[in-house]
Structures are given as structure tokens and as C-alpha cells.
T-cell receptor, first 114, second 113 residues
Framework: GENVEQHPSTLSVQEGDSAVIKCTYS??????FPWYKQELGKGPQLIID?????GEKKDQRIAVTLNKTAKHFSLHITETQPEDSAVYFC?????????????FGAGTRLAVHP | EAQVTQNPRYLITVTGKKLTVTCSQN?????MSWYRQDPGLGLRQIYY???????DKGDVPEGYKVSRKEKRNFPLILESPSPNQTSLYFC????????????FGSGTQLSVL
């Protein structure tokens, strides 16, 4: 079946450094790739998403890149701040089931130290 | 305030005792879905609904039921809960027909003893 692998599972950086989280998906026909941020005790919140016809998208300090040939996509956070500390989930939407599923990665716990 | 509301936030029950977790959204969204979150497994879809009276199975539907009689409500029903259903559950809704730009509720932590 479809799956999404996410690495690393934990990431620790100093405030001001950059953080990169990588995901690999199995279904080459996947067409939508969102990233969610989950703060402690809350539900996930969408921070950025990208479609398969776009290679890169930026929103202030956050960017996502997509490499369809290699079937992987990455989240880049620049100038990290303590409030960026959270669990981040990537997801991919595979073709099977008529694009009605979202397959999530296992999550990355990011800690930003002052 | 636009939101997805789940109740209860915490629930402890015993094996076999039927329970319902409610979910309501006030954004007039057509698409709603349920996920469970387990350590090391991320979020897995249980059921989804593309509109009133239209529901379909996700990746892990066994042991769960849903209904969508009104646009705003999408309850999750466990007819006979078992310990392997102990998990953190999230309801989500989306402004489109598909699962883009999901709005999640705050979660329901369920423990089945």
C-alpha cells in the first residue's frame, strides 16, 4: 500500500538556525503534499501545502520543495524561533481511491533552543 | 470563531461499552473526516464524508461507524470498544470536496480498559 516515510523523527536546533525535514512517498501519482504543525495538546494545523505541478513554494520563513522524480519533498524553516518547537507531519495524497486519502508521515519533533 | 469542536476531550471506558465521540464544525464545510494518532504511526484516516449522507472508509475503519445526517456534525461511534482502540482521535473538516487545507479539532484522548 501507499506509505510516507519522514525523517528525522527528532530534530534539535539552536534559535536562528535552519531546520529541514524530509519525506518520501511511494505512489508516483500523488498530487498534493501538505505540511501540518502540531503544538502540545492541540490538533494539527496546516502551515504550507504544494501541488504536484509546482516545484517549490515559500511563505515567509517556511518553504517546501518537491522532487517528483525522486518522490520526495522537504520542509525548510529558516531563522528558527522557540515558537517553532512542535511536531511536524508531512502527508501525500495518492491516486488510489480517487485522491480521497491523505497518507501521513510518522512526524518529526522539532526543538528550538534559545 | 471558525472551529471544529470535539467532545469529550478525554474519555476512559471499558471493553464493550458503546461510546460516541461528537464532532461539529461551524464553517459550512462539505468534507469531514476522522483520524487516529498513534506514536510512531502518524495520523491514519478512519472514515471520511464528502457531504451529507455520503460516507466512506479510510485506511483503518474496522471497529468504527460514522454518520452524516447534517452538514455540521460527524460523530464517531465505537459499538464495542477494545483496548487496541486506545488512541488520540481527531476530527477534521475541509472547505473543498477533497482533503485539502484540513481544519482539525483539539482531539479526544480515548482509553479503553
Amino acid at each position: 500500500g501507499e506509505n510516507v516515510e519522514q525523517h528525522p523523527s527528532t530534530l534539535s536546533v539552536q534559535e536562528g538556525d535552519s531546520a529541514v525535514i524530509k519525506c518520501t512517498y511511494s505512489d508516483s501519482a500523488s498530487n498534493y503534499f501538505p505540511w501540518y504543525k502540531q503544538e502540545l495538546g492541540k490538533g494539527p494545523q496546516l502551515i504550507i501545502d504544494i501541488r504536484s505541478n509546482v516545484g517549490e513554494k515559500k511563505d515567509q520563513r517556511i518553504a517546501v520543495t518537491l522532487n517528483k522524480t525522486a518522490k520526495h519533498f522537504s520542509l525548510h524553516i529558516t531563522e528558527t524561533q522557540p515558537e517553532d518547537s512542535a511536531v511536524y507531519f508531512c502527508a501525500a495524497r495518492p491516486f488510489s481511491g480517487g485522491y480521497n486519502k491523505l497518507i501521513f508521515g510518522a512526524g518529526t519533533r522539532l526543538a528550538v533552543h534559545p | 470563531e471558525a472551529q471544529v469542536t470535539q467532545n469529550p476531550r478525554y474519555l476512559i471506558t471499558v471493553t464493550g461499552k458503546k461510546l460516541t465521540v461528537t464532532c461539529s464544525q461551524n464553517m459550512n464545510h462539505e468534507y469531514m473526516s476522522w483520524y487516529r494518532q498513534d506514536p510512531g504511526l502518524g495520523l491514519r484516516q478512519i472514515y471520511y464524508s464528502m457531504n451529507v449522507e455520503v460516507t466512506d472508509k479510510g485506511d483503518v475503519p474496522e471497529g468504527y461507524k460514522v454518520s452524516r445526517k447534517e452538514k455540521r456534525n460527524f460523530p464517531l461511534i465505537l459499538e464495542s470498544p477494545s483496548p487496541n482502540q486506545t488512541s488520540l482521535y481527531f476530527c477534521a473538516s475541509s472547505p473543498g470536496r477533497l482533503n485539502e487545507k484540513l481544519f482539525f479539532g483539539s482531539g479526544t484522548q480515548l482509553s479503553v480498559l
